[in-house]
């Protein structure tokens, strides 16, 4: 066996998870050099670009931006904080993005404000000639670090071992991995799923294996299974730290769902609880949650869905309507402000931005363009042949199902 059990270990990106959390609802912009008080890890960056005033950064990103012209796109991830969004010449979900990127020929550069995945992701669809940038480097995901790729290979390995003669399975990923396990995916005749196609996905996959290993999110697969009439007695979570997941031979070959045991730490923070107060202080109100929260969140609330689906569900619903949110903060607090005719508001009485994507201050952005003005290409993110070719295998077997 590949697997043994030994000691846990949790990603530096979750430990830092809640590092901004406040009790207020606002999360007013600071310089550069008032966020480095929050004693995580940042990128270090030249230091004249810790002192400048949002103003300042402004008018330089606007004036940055206006010299570099059609040949920079720049790409905005709807967790991104208000002063960065307003620079993106594109906003959407991880994958969205990644397909603006490539349908953009004409930029040399993207530069992709979001988590280190999604810039990993485009990178993958884009043109040879293209370079994806990411503002910061430690802007990671804690989701996706919770299955580093020799975890993965090893319990791969040993699920093959148990199962190869019993039905099989198939590994299918969350858009929220790294490069590697989508190409591992590609190479194993998987699949790479959205939270807005995860359960075309599996039922897909289902059609040729008997079970699926679905990575990295348990909660998004398991509400997955659950939505397509799973019995949770047969959904298993494998955990890394362990012998084959922690599972007996016997449970993993009466499974359909073998679920890795990672989670996004924003997600898992919405609770039923918040919901009964919610609906305490609105009796009308609708709750609608993302399916990386937690089943019994999911199960409490009125709706779930992908971004996308809960930007559209609001930006859409009547004026005078009710909305308590189980999603990011900073998407929570847009749809507010666009949606004035409306009552929308988060779950979380506390304001919890995803640590990560919060790291992609407008001083870092500025220093990436600055460092383009000067022929400088300043975090390239790149990934090498053989992944990138396997990760389309998996990404393009996604997108002929839809
Ligand atoms: S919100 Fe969750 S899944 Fe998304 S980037 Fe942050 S930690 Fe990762």
Redesign the pocket.
């Known amino acids: 066996m590949a697997t043994t059990t030994r000691q846990a270990t949790i990603p530096i990106t979750e430990v830092e998870h809640a590092a901004f959390c406040k009790p207020e609802d606002e999360l007013p912009a600071k310089s550069l050099a008032e966020e480095f008080a929050v004693n995580i890890r940042w990128q270090k960056i030249p230091n004249e670009y810790l002192h400048y005033s949002a103003q300042e950064l402004d008018q330089r990103i606007n004036s940055a931006r206006q010299k570099l012209g059609s040949t920079v796109t720049i790409l905005g991830h709807h ?1 991104q904080r208000e002063e960065i969004i307003k620079y993106a010449d594109f906003q959407g979900d991880s994958f969205l993005l990644s397909k603006q990127a490539a349908e953009r020929p004409e930029a040399d550069f993207i530069v992709f404000c979001g ?1 280190h995945f999604m810039a990993e992701t485009a990178g993958i669809l884009c043109a040879p000639h293209q370079k994806v940038i990411l503002p910061n480097i430690t802007a990671g ?4 670090d919770m299955a580093p790729m020799d975890d993965v290979e090893d319990s791969w390995e040993d699920l093959q071992e148990v199962l190869g003669d019993h039905g099989g399975i198939l590994p299918v990923t969350y858009m ?1 991995s790294i490069a590697g396990i989508k190409a591992l995916c590609g190479r194993t005749g998987g699949a790479v799923c959205t939270s807005s196609n995860a359960a075309a996905v599996l039922e897909w996959a289902f059609q040729s294996a008997e079970r699926v290993l679905f990575l990295p999110d348990q909660h998004l697969g398991r509400n997955t299974g659950i939505k397509l009439g799973i019995d949770p007695e047969q959904m298993v979570v494998w955990n890394p730290f362990k012998r084959l997941g922690g599972n007996t031979v016997e449970q993993l070959r009466s499974s359909k769902l073998v679920l890795w045991q990672g989670h ?4 898992t923070r919405f609770t039923v609880k918040q919901i009964q107060a919610a609906r305490e202080r609105f009796p009308e109100v609708t709750v609608l949650v993302h399916p ?1 929260c937690t089943r019994e969140t999911v199960e409490a609330a009125d709706m779930n869905g992908s971004t996308e689906l809960i930007r559209k569900t609001i930006n859409e619903a009547p004026a005078g309507s009710q909305w308590a949110v189980g999603t ?1 903060i900073s998407l929570v607090n847009r749809l507010a402000l666009n949606n004035p005719d409306k009552t929308v508001f988060c779950l979380d009485p506390v304001s919890c931005p ?1 640590s ?2 919060y790291r992609i201050h407008p001083a870092y952005l500025l220093w990436v363009l600055d460092g383009l003005l000067q022929g400088q290409v300043i975090n390239q993110i790149t990934v090498p042949e053989d992944i990138r070719r396997d990760s389309l295998i998996a990404l393009e077997r996604m997108l002929s199902l839809q």
């Open positions: 967790y988590v995901c804690s989701m996706a929220n996004c730490a924003v997600h990386e990011e995803c990560t994507m």
